[in-house]
């Protein structure tokens, strides 16, 4: 078992993981983290011979206008100026959070070659590379995405299959496999892993 803490929350991963590691925190990353916009995902590890690249993003503690909020403090006007602002800044949200995915890996794979190349890296570097570099890498992308859609009518909120949809474009010359789970979606016997927030 192995317990890993980001955004406030606590990753258990089973013993189907191994070379599990906070990617964005080991010293290799440390080391070229100095060169300006250089980003990585928060853990690497390998499950059954899949590498996986897991990018945490925990925006529920963020302070957001709720639906109850809106009832008690807003005229009917007020109220559909907000309601728009909020879409708008979803909308914006999700665009961000793809193109920085988008980036953290293709960093984090630049990494994992860059330093086996250049220099005596760790055993865990060199069997995420001995994966990268076999005829048919196995390489799979977990976006672990807890927001404050949840306080949004069901219509209104921003689905996470529009989400994996457009991640699935950025990263095809990467893999086709990616998912994307919250709290709410997500299986732990498949994936191997529990999540819990910190209190």
Not at 116 to 144: A, E, H, M, R
Not at 168 to 174: E, I, Y
Request: aromatic share 10%; glycine share 2%.
């Amino acid at each position: 078992m192995m317990e890993l803490i980001e955004s406030e929350l606590k990753f258990t991963f089973n013993d189907s993981w191994t070379n599990i590691i906070k990617f964005d925190e080991s010293e290799s990353f440390d080391k070229i983290k100095q060169i300006t916009g250089t980003k990585a995902v928060d853990f690497v590890g390998i499950k059954n011979n899949s590498l996986y690249f897991i990018e945490v993003k925990n925006e529920r503690n963020n302070k957001q206008i709720t639906i109850a909020d809106l009832l008690n403090k807003l005229t009917e006007i007020e109220k559909k100026i907000t309601h728009c602002k909020t879409i708008n800044n979803n909308e914006e949200m999700l665009i961000k959070n793809i193109n920085e995915i988008g980036q953290k890996v293709k960093d984090s794979l630049a990494l994992i070659i860059g330093v086996n190349c250049i220099s005596q890296s760790s055993k865990y570097f060199l069997d995420y590379k001995q994966i990268l570099c076999c005829d048919k890498p196995n390489i799979k992308i977990i976006l672990w995405n807890e927001n404050n859609w949840i306080n949004l009518p069901k219509k209104d909120k921003l689905s996470n299959d529009i989400l994996n949809k457009q991640l699935k474009k950025k990263l095809l010359w990467f893999t086709k496999y990616i998912f994307i789970n919250t709290t709410t979606r997500h299986n732990t016997e498949t994936f191997g892993f529990t999540v819990e927030p910190i209190v």
